[in-house]
């Protein structure tokens, strides 16, 4: 049983630090792995991660480790938590030993050159795996904090999720499952992308209802690309779409939102990310969904628009008077539209 046995969380970030932390409240004895010693170190001398999780304590039953090895070889339950750019390099040295394991990723991020998600990523370097994905409305440091939160685990292998809602779930953590782990994880990825726009728009001084038909159009800008993909649109409805969505683009919290602020402020994209000092995965994501889109002939006015900000010298001015230009379409797509035409 999965009892007895450690959990792993491999990463040293904000959002692995409080899966490890919720963990340890829930009886469990973690394992939570990172590259950088010192960082270890710090964390075992002053139970604090003062990189990502600045004045949170963490539990006694939170072991920082190095030894990846070790690791993988002491637990059945791992939940991922590094960065999409890491994913691989850290992983696939040790492939043979990620065999039957349960591996659920926690990393809201699309691979570069091969447009996968990390969970695919997950089942192609081990192929043998279990996988699931969680994601949500997830702030890291409110989870730390013990704000009340839900999420969703997402995996078409049932047990997998029972077991994730049994080790996470917890009197301020609330864990749903859903069967559609496609739709679920490119909810996490895409909303990223349209945070930076929102917090872009805040920094400028635009109104309640600027921000409001923002996160309204993201909304079907991505659930139009994610159906075009395969998934299942009602996904969008919830946690892991519209959910996350909204607390992504209107928290200053959210490490996207705040690199846009920080762009609607006047900094450059490199002094924004600088001055956020970790990743935000958003970037990345943006690059890579504007070549995907337009592959596949998908209508995302934002992601272009936000893409002409950051690489091609526009404004969000001048991006948000092309959209209000924009040919007015039906308010929802999924809904039918005879009668309207």
């Known amino acids: 049983m999965t009892e007895q046995r450690p959990i792993a ?11 490890a932390n919720l963990l340890a409240e829930n009886g469990h004895q973690v394992l939570q792995w990172m590259r950088d010693p010192e960082q270890a170190e710090a964390i075992r001398v002053n139970r604090e991660n003062p990189r990502y999780l600045k004045g949170i304590k963490i539990l006694p039953a939170v072991t920082p480790v190095t030894d990846l090895v070790a690791t993988l070889d002491a637990c059945d339950l791992c939940f991922v938590a590094l960065p999409s750019s890491a994913l691989r390099a850290v992983l696939v040295p040790h492939a043979d030993r990620l065999s039957g394991k349960m591996l659920v990723s926690l990393t809201k991020g699309i691979e570069a050159h091969t447009f996968k ?5 997950l089942e192609e370097i081990a192929p ?3 996988i699931g994905v969680l994601s949500g409305p997830n702030l890291a ?6 704000a009340l939160t839900a999420t969703v685990v997402a995996s078409e292998d049932e047990a997998l999720c029972g077991q994730v809602q049994t ?8 864990v749903y499952a859903s069967a559609d782990r496609f739709g679920v994880e490119l909810g996490g990825a895409l909303k990223n992308v349209y945070a930076i726009i929102a917090g872009m728009a805040v920094a400028l001084g635009m109104g309640e209802n600027t921000k409001s038909m923002l996160i309204t159009r993201a909304l079907a800008e991505m659930t139009r690309f994610a159906v075009n993909q395969g998934a299942n649109p009602m996904t969008f409805l919830g946690l892991a779409g519209v959910g996350d969505l909204i607390v992504t683009c209107s928290s200053p919290k959210s490490r996207n939102y705040q690199v846009g602020f920080a762009l609607g402020q006047g900094l450059s994209l490199e002094e924004a990310v600088t ?16 070549a995907k889109a337009q592959e596949v002939g998908v209508y995302m006015p934002l992601v272009a628009g936000l893409h002409a900000i950051l690489f091609e010298g526009r404004t969000l001015e001048q991006v948000i008077g092309l959209l209000m230009r924009g040919e007015p379409k039906t308010d929802v797509d999924f809904i039918s539209t005879s009668g309207f035409n």
């Open 9 to 19: 969380v491999l990463g040293g970030g904000s959002f692995g630090t409080a899966v």
């Open 117 to 121: 998600l990390m969970s695919e990523i």
């Open 128 to 130: 043998q795996a279990r």
């Open 275 to 290: 001055r956020l000092g970790e990743v935000a995965e958003g970037v990345n994501t943006l690059k890579v969904l504007k």
């Open 167 to 174: 080790a996470l779930h917890g009197k301020t953590f609330r």
């Open 141 to 146: 440091r409110e989870i730390a904090e013990h």
